[in-house]
């Protein structure tokens, strides 16, 4: 059976840094691509940043540039993780990781999801 199970998530103040952590059991997705996306209460899931399956390319929304960086285990490449500095408030959110044949900035490219994992970010 393929899973992905995210951790890394809690509460955090604004201005700090979290660290979150798939990890993808049952299959190797070594040549896929991997992503991270978010859904806050009332709001449709948002893409925040994708990694290629070779690890070389990565992108990347505007909201997180800058203070997201996303990398991949570099030996088994089955493991993404996601380094969120500088957080604010409205980083709030379920984080989702995802993967998928190719890499994509939407939710519905992709078929295989992990539970999440919660991000809070107070003031």
């Known amino acids: 059976q393929v899973r992905l199970v995210e951790s890394g998530g809690g509460l955090v103040q604004a201005g700090g840094s979290l660290r979150l952590s798939c990890s993808a059991t049952?299959?190797?997705?070594?040549?896929?691509?991997m992503a991270w996306f978010r859904q806050a209460p009332g709001k449709e899931r948002e893409f925040v940043a994708f990694i290629s399956g070779n690890g070389d390319w990565t992108h990347y929304a505007d909201s997180v540039k800058g203070r997201f960086t996303i990398s991949r285990d570099t030996s088994s490449k089955n493991t993404v993780y996601l380094q969120m500095d500088s957080l604010k408030p409205e980083d709030t959110a379920v984080y989702y990781c995802?993967?998928?044949?190719?890499?994509?900035?939407?939710?519905?490219?992709?078929?295989?999801w992990g539970q999440g994992t919660q991000v809070t970010v107070s003031s």
């Open positions: 995802t993967a998928g044949a190719s890499a994509s900035i939407f939710a519905s490219h992709y078929d295989t």
């Open positions: 049952g299959r190797t997705f070594s040549n896929f691509a």
